[in-house]
């Protein structure tokens, strides 16, 4: 069993940034391929941005790219996601997300379905 935590949320204002983190215990193993994902109010929870096992290859949803960095050190364990040039509209609860990987693959992940882990999430609110 793998427990993730996310931390670094809160509210600030359109243009700020903000570095969550993702910390995980447990049975884990640093094959572990991990995501972020956000529920906006009134939406469906939506996938933001995935990395591989090692951190070497990186996915990102289109609302967010070029402004959101998705980051790993494995040696400490924490996975990032620094949010720069924040909008209203990333106003949302974001979650950490993990499975299982393989060495031999950097395979990341994209849809919610397939994460087995999930953190209870932590809260962003930006203000225009």
């Known amino acids: 069993q793998v427990q993730l935590v996310e931390s670094g949320g809160g509210l600030v204002q359109a243009g700020d940034s903000l570095r969550l983190s993702c910390t995980f215990s447990?049975?884990?193993?640093?094959?572990?391929?991990m995501g972020w994902f956000r529920q906006g109010p009134g939406k469906e929870r939506e996938f933001v941005a995935a990395?591989?096992?090692?951190?070497?290859?990186?996915y990102y949803a289109d609302s967010v790219k070029g402004r959101f960095t998705i980051s790993r050190d494995n040696a400490k364990n924490p996975v990032y996601l620094q949010m720069n040039s924040l909008k209203p509209e990333d106003t949302a609860d974001y979650y950490c997300?993990?499975?299982?990987?393989?060495?031999?693959?950097?395979?990341?992940?994209?849809?919610?379905?397939?994460?087995?882990?999930w953190g209870q999430g932590t809260q962003v609110t930006v203000s225009s």
């Open positions: 997300a993990g499975r299982k990987s393989t060495f031999s693959s950097e395979t990341y992940y994209v849809s919610e379905h397939e994460y087995d882990s």
């Open positions: 447990g049975r884990t193993t640093s094959s572990f391929a």
């Open positions: 990395i591989s096992w090692s951190g070497r290859v990186t």
